[in-house]
């Protein structure tokens, strides 16, 4: 992508469409982040495509004046595959939700995330359907009643941070609504990452699910939060006084001070690694096992895109086929002449 | 062994079948009988029939697999009805085949394959070369794999790899009994093989001149048969092509004559795959073959690369067709160029997926949800799969719709001679690209002659857009819920495909231009009613033959074809999808149908006697 000479501010992102999600909706500070975001980007203006499904998270690419498709359900990320196949000049944005990217999407999505188009997911987590009105989604907790669980949800949920890892995923990163000036920071990170990266924006849905991440995303639960620096220990806590650390196979709580632990025994996060046992870990914690949730970018593997191996492909045929034209095609092989 | 004296024959025509086990060899054979016979400058048909399994149970009915080709000097338009010379690797294929050979014609068995054993798999209760059942043929009874294998004994190969070789054998006979030379089939043999298994090919080449010797040696086959007649092919350069790679073909023509590089988002499936596996092969004409995870991201992909400015097409087969509805609905929506692709096979559901039907016409019609037109045209013989896919690419394109292209299986896997087309005899294709610097411009916005929205490419400054599946204001292109938009954007669409006939040739009719009988296809059964109307026409009958490429619209003149005689007959292989079809759009005809659902093709026979009993009715 050529360097962008004009200086955009987040106005220029906006467009004339009035946004119709619900007063109070967590989406609205995902959007202004994008907004917010994307001057801070070396794209052009008209390079940006914004590509959805289905659902409430899905009627953002009316609200950006940039180009946008807004697709059928679960389907978004292959549109979005095919129109960055096409045009790999362009930065494509596919924003979904957890019922359009892990339900009628899910296949999609992981074939997506294992095939590495560069790619931009946003994945607004709610835990529920909102614009069919309150039913149970994919990632709903067990137990939980809905219109559609009146006695409870019965099927365990996704965590969409490790069906990514699952897939060898490149990108991952998890993100909330509570805090815009973080989420900014990811998605810039997101975009500059080659390759299909997925951010999931933890956001509360304030008429079917109100206070669903409320544990994890207000400032008074700080010890239940941990928001991860790649090369930083993984510290947490108001002031930084608790850590993460491997015992055995699994991660551990402790205490700066306490025990005998010190800054050294605290793991350093190193978002590179290919492999994805401790990833798979982060995004685990804080499901009822005493762990902060954790945040910022998890995973960041930088790996050949699909299209940049396609490219090497077009440029290997391109030197040894034997034709250099159709006509050449179509006169090949066997032909004979009717006088 | 019969004892028939070798003769020489002269005949304008004849239909061969090779059939075999699955495992046999037989598509290989027959491919090769019909490149030779193509370079001798015959006209021919070929007709592939095999199972949907990848291996049967051995020896039989159900894994039989047959191959049949027909040529002559003259015009050919099928594969044809019966064959002249069966050629029968095994009882099984005996079995399956012996209705579609002519009595008194020539069956070649190989006898190493009638044993107790292989009797019993293909269902005989007695041996059908030692009773009665074949004294209406010219049987010749060889040991074509033990001879085989005699002649490979010295090549330190075993047993199982010089049995392999007894296809080549067996066209080794046949290409004796029609005086076909070998030279084409051992070029093949070694570019094939020679550099990676000189040994196997070796084989093979032995076996096909020991077929060659040993029909010449024993004087019962009934040799130097002569194809006569004059060509009526036109002047110029032909290859033999299959329908499907000529379909690819088409695609990559219109892309180099639109400037839009293909994308071909698709889904494996029979028997339509080799359309994918043929642009996959050419990614330095800009090509794109994106195979997807399923056939729901097959066609998004492709609506993906529409958006983004690609030739995009995606290419499938009834089932698949079914999945790709919701999309397709989508694209009618967005008004995005989109080319479906969509070789028919029986159904419903799996159906029989390596059989042809014509049962898909009202799935391409309208299995969508809400009023969702699209426009529908149809090749009719694997040579014109070219033309069609190009002219579905420029429908597509320049009136910014989804087109569906209908073939089948028949077309896609059949082959025929294929007058090489010039890129420079092709037109030009002009897709309604908004320039960089276009002011005021309005998404929804149309050119009032072909009422096509246009197509603003992500990338371009000042043209940032949104569209989707909702419904959008007929201008500015935002979403609208307003009930009076709604009513003129449905009747928008609708018009905007009605509009395509004003750029489409008109129908032309065969034979009788007026008269007793007008009879009327689509579609892949054209060669078998071609053949059947003109040979009624040569018996003085007063009938007529109007075979329908464009479905959706109809040609501008069809409404006054059909009043110009007495009946009119509609036949296809389905249960009457496009006579209904008819009916509704010109209710003021009486419609009789012949319809066909076994999974075959017509037979030029059975055509005949419909349409001579309909003439014959009161």
């Known amino acids: 992508m050529e360097t962008t000479k004009v200086k955009y501010t987040f106005k220029d992102f906006s467009s004339d469409q009035e946004v119709k999600w619900c007063p109070g909706c967590g989406d609205y500070a995902i959007l202004s982040a994008v907004q917010k975001a994307l001057p801070e980007m070396d794209v052009k203006k008209e390079d940006f495509v914004f590509i959805s499904g289905i ?141 299909t990266s997925v951010v999931e924006a933890l956001t509360n849905c304030v008429i079917f699910n109100d206070k669903v991440h409320d544990q994890f995303t207000q400032k008074d639960h700080q010890d239940d939060m941990l928001f991860l620096e790649h090369g930083k220990p993984m510290l947490f806590g108001k002031n930084k006084e608790y850590g993460l650390m491997l015992h055995g196979f699994k991660l551990i709580k402790v205490k700066l001070g306490e025990n005998h632990v010190t800054i050294d025994d605290i793991l350093v996060h190193d978002a590179h690694v290919e492999e994805t046992g401790l990833g798979m870990m982060l995004v685990n914690a804080g499901m009822g096992d005493g762990l902060p949730r954790v945040f910022g970018v998890i995973r960041s593997v930088q790996e050949d895109t699909f299209e940049e191996r396609m490219q090497a492909q077009v440029d290997n045929v391109r030197e040894t086929s034997k034709f250099a034209n159709l006509d050449e095609l179509f006169a090949s092989g066997e032909t004979w002449e009717i006088e | 062994m019969s004892s028939n004296k070798v003769t020489s024959t002269e005949v304008e025509k004849v239909v061969i079948k090779f059939a075999g086990d699955s495992g046999d060899g037989m598509q290989l054979t027959g491919t090769q009988f019909t490149g030779t016979s193509a370079l001798l400058g015959n006209d021919l048909a070929t007709f592939p029939d095999y199972p949907a399994e990848i291996r049967a149970p051995q020896g039989t009915v159900a894994g039989v697999s047959g191959f049949q080709v027909h040529i002559g000097g003259t015009d050919i338009h099928t594969p044809g009805d019966y064959a002249d010379v069966l050629v029968a690797m095994n009882a099984a294929a005996l079995k399956a085949n012996l209705k579609w050979i002519k009595s008194s014609k020539t069956i070649i068995v190989d006898t190493d394959s009638f044993k107790k054993k292989d009797l019993q798999k293909a269902g005989w209760e007695s041996n059908p070369l030692e009773d009665s059942t074949l004294d209406a043929y010219k049987v010749i009874k060889a040991p074509i794999t033990s001879m085989t294998k005699e002649a490979l004994k010295d090549l330190g190969l075993d047993a199982k790899t010089m049995a392999r070789s007894k296809n080549m054998f067996t066209l080794g006979m046949v290409y004796w009994m029609f005086s076909r030379p070998c030279e084409h089939t051992i070029k093949f043999l070694n570019d094939k093989f020679g550099k ?120 499938t087969s009834g089932p698949g067709l079914a999945l790709k509805g919701e999309a397709l609905g989508l694209a009618v929506m967005t008004e995005l160029p989109l080319v479906v692709v969509n070789v028919q096979r029986g159904g419903p559901s799996t159906g029989l997926p390596t059989k042809t039907e014509q049962s898909d016409l009202m ?176 018996e003085g009958k007063s009938i007529g033959l109007a075979h329908f490429n464009y479905i959706n619209p109809l040609q501008k003149n069809v409404k006054e074809i059909l009043g110009r005689y007495k009946k009119i007959v509609v036949a296809e292989l389905n249960l009457g999808q496009f006579a209904n079809y008819l009916r509704m759009s010109f209710p003021e005809f009486e419609y009789k149908q012949y319809n066909k659902v076994q999974g075959l093709p017509f037979t030029t026979i059975e055509l005949k006697d419909a349409f001579n009993k309909i003439l014959n009715e009161n």
């Open chain 1, 55 to 195: 659902g409430c998270s899905s009627r953002f690419p009316y609200y950006m004046d940039t180009y946008g498709f807004h697709g059928i359900h679960g389907r978004g990320l292959a549109i979005a595959t095919g129109t960055k196949l096409a045009n790999p000049n362009l930065s494509v944005w596919q924003i979904t939700g957890d019922g359009d990217a892990m339900a009628i999407g899910g296949n999609h999505f992981i074939h997506a995330v294992r095939r590495n188009v560069d790619l931009n997911v946003i994945l607004f987590n709610n835990e529920i359907y909102g614009l069919t009105k309150g039913q149970f989604s994919p990632t709903t907790k067990l137990g939980m009643k809905t219109k559609t669980s009146p006695e409870g949800q019965i099927q365990n949920p996704f965590n969409p941070g490790e069906l990514v890892m699952g897939s060898k995923g490149r990108f991952f990163a998890r993100v909330m609504d509570k805090n815009p000036k973080h989420m900014k920071e990811v998605f810039i990170q997101a975009e500059k990452f080659k390759g």
């Open chain 2, 363 to 538: 799935q391409a019609l309208y299995g969508r949800n809400g009023e969702s037109p699209v426009a529908v045209i149809a090749a009719s013989s694997p040579a014109d799969c070219f033309d069609y896919s190009f002219e579905a690419s420029k429908i597509a394109l320049e009136h910014m719709t989804p087109v569906v292209l209908l073939t089948d299986g028949y077309l896609g896997n059949g082959s025929a001679p294929w007058k090489i087309t010039k890129m420079d005899e092709l037109p030009d294709i002009n897709p309604p690209i908004v320039k960089e610097g276009t002011e005021n411009w309005e998404p929804y916005s149309r050119d009032a002659e072909r009422l096509a929205r246009t197509w603003a490419l992500p990338g371009t400054p000042g043209l940032e857009h949104r569209i989707g599946g909702l419904e959008k204001d007929g201008k500015t292109g935002n979403v609208s819920y307003v009930p009076e938009n709604h009513q003129s954007m449905t009747e928008a669409r609708e018009a905007k495909i009605e509009k395509i006939a004003d750029y489409l040739p008109e129908l032309q009719v065969e034979g009788a231009q007026e008269g007793d009988l007008l009879v009327i296809g689509w579609g892949g059964t054209k060669g078998s009613m071609l053949t059947s109307v003109r040979e009624m026409v040569g």
């Open chain 2, 196 to 315: 990676k298994l000189p040994l196997v090919a070796e084989a093979n080449i032995k076996a096909l001149r020991a077929g060659r010797n040993y029909a010449s040696t024993i004087e019962a086959i009934p040799n130097q048969i002569t194809i006569t007649g004059s060509q009526s092919l036109e002047k110029g350069t032909y290859k033999n092509v299959m329908g499907n790679a000529a379909t690819a073909w088409g695609i990559l023509a219109a892309s180099a004559k639109s400037g839009r590089d293909v994308f071909l988002g698709s889904y494996p499936i029979t028997p339509a795959t080799e359309i994918l596996q043929e642009i996959a092969k050419h990614k330095h004409f800009g090509a794109k073959a994106f195979q997807a995870e399923d056939e729901i991201a097959g066609i998004a992909s492709t609506i993906g690369a529409s958006f983004a400015g690609s030739l995009p097409v995606t290419t």
